[in-house]
């Protein structure tokens, strides 16, 4: 077979898996409309809305937990399997849901499996293409990440016309079977993303292959885990109580703070591909401090202003732009530092971090009251992250004489 031939092919498989990774990420994105479906699953199951929603941190932590061992599930059945798996897994997780009749097993379902489900696809997936695209990680992350976050604006609209018509059970069931129906023909698109050679990458700012066991020996991989975790705790406290900030600190009406959520939805959106595209253009540790001052301007209007409508919608939608960025920027950023083979594994347990920064914003308003000590909180975290994305630095090369580079 000709060197033409073999590139074309090349080529063809590394787009067919792109599409197949965009659809998948479009249907897993649809578990970011589980606000819709609080307030009649409180009426069917006789449960306060606090209750109910716990579920959606049961999924957000079972979708860490997946990220992180998607790895070695890829390495045993391969990036199609796990991801069919995935969405069988995900309607499973949905039709149970519809007929759970106690808060055992909506957490179960609900919680545990649709969060498993999302989590063992949407990481893996996400890696597997940025592999195949190692001259332009930042936009191939910001097309996935961009379209999991178009999947919750999309499906917020296909569930919210299926609740209107068709009731509770029925909308869970037929909501499952869309997404599996995206999800598995997808996959069927997709293949795994061959090993990096050295010699396909230019050797100056060749990073070597780290294995998790030596990452996590490395400095550098805990403060990038620190700064993923500081940004997803400060992004979803604040994207998950938005409404509540703008009523009980800003005095608006509820239906002026409701425009929150699509505040939010275009500032993270706009995050995702602003960040996404200009990772490619700069070094990514400084996309990332870019990130930490604009959601450090956020938090500071929050923190230190008496807020008025335009400042209140102009706080959320700054630390809404930076999570958003950073999320998309990460796996890119990790891949820099450890290198691309182990990406999957060693981006996996930082990931770990969305889970925890999760329900860490939450527990912390729940234990000590309010809003301001979780904002003091989240903006000295966010200042000892700015710090560290200053002075964090390559690690050094195992050749011999190579110093370490600086990424700045």
Request: a positive charge; one cysteine or more; glycine letters at 10%.
């Amino acid at each position: 077979m000709s060197t033409h031939t073999v590139c074309q092919n090349h080529n063809r498989t590394r787009w067919l898996t792109l599409i197949g990774t965009i659809i998948t990420q479009f249907a897993l994105g649809s578990v970011y409309t589980w606000s819709l479906f609080n307030g009649q699953l409180s009426h069917k199951l006789d449960a306060p809305v606090g209750q109910i929603a716990f579920s959606f941190g049961l999924l957000s932590l079972g979708l860490a937990i997946a990220s992180s061992v998607a790895g070695k599930l890829q390495e045993r059945f391969g990036v199609r399997n796990v991801t069919i798996g995935a969405g069988l897994l995900l309607a499973t997780g949905f039709y149970l849901t519809a007929h759970a009749d106690n808060l055992f097993m909506l957490y179960l379902s609900a919680g545990v499996l649709v969060g498993l489900a999302d989590g063992a696809g949407y990481l893996m997936t996400l890696s597997n293409c940025v592999k195949w695209f190692p001259e332009r990680k930042g936009l191939i992350s910001a097309c996935a990440i961009g379209a999991y976050g178009l999947g919750s604006l999309g499906f917020k609209f296909i569930c919210g016309y299926l609740l209107s018509n068709n009731g509770l059970e029925t909308t869970f069931i037929i909501w499952g079977g869309l997404a599996m129906a995206m999800i598995i023909p997808a996959a069927l698109l997709m293949q795994d993303a061959p090993q990096q050679q050295v010699t396909a990458l230019h050797n100056e700012n060749q990073t070597r292959d780290f294995s998790l066991p030596e990452a996590v020996r490395m400095p550098q991989y805990w403060l990038l885990a620190l700064m993923f975790l500081t940004a997803c705790m400060s992004g979803l406290y604040v994207i998950g109580v938005a409404k509540d900030i703008g009523e009980s600190l800003v005095h608006l009406s509820a239906q002026t703070a409701a425009n929150a959520v699509t505040i939010i939805a275009i500032a993270n959106l706009s995050g995702r591909l602003v960040l996404g595209v200009l990772s490619d253009k700069i070094a990514r540790i400084r996309v990332i401090t870019l990130a930490q001052v604009v959601s450090l301007v956020g938090m500071s209007i929050l923190l230190f202003t008496a807020m008025n409508e335009t400042t209140f919608f102009i706080s959320i939608a700054c630390v809404a732009f930076s999570f958003g960025g950073t999320i998309t920027v990460y796996p890119s950023l990790v891949s820099d530092f450890f290198g691309l083979n182990n990406l999957t594994k060693n981006y996996g347990l930082i990931y770990l971090g969305f889970g925890i920064g999760s329900v860490m914003g939450s527990l912390i308003a729940s234990l000590f009251g309010g809003f301001t000590v979780t904002f003091s909180l989240i903006m000295t975290l966010l200042v000892i992250s700015l710090i560290a994305s200053l002075v964090i630095r390559l690690p050094h090369q195992r050749s011999e004489g190579k110093k370490a580079l600086q990424h700045a």
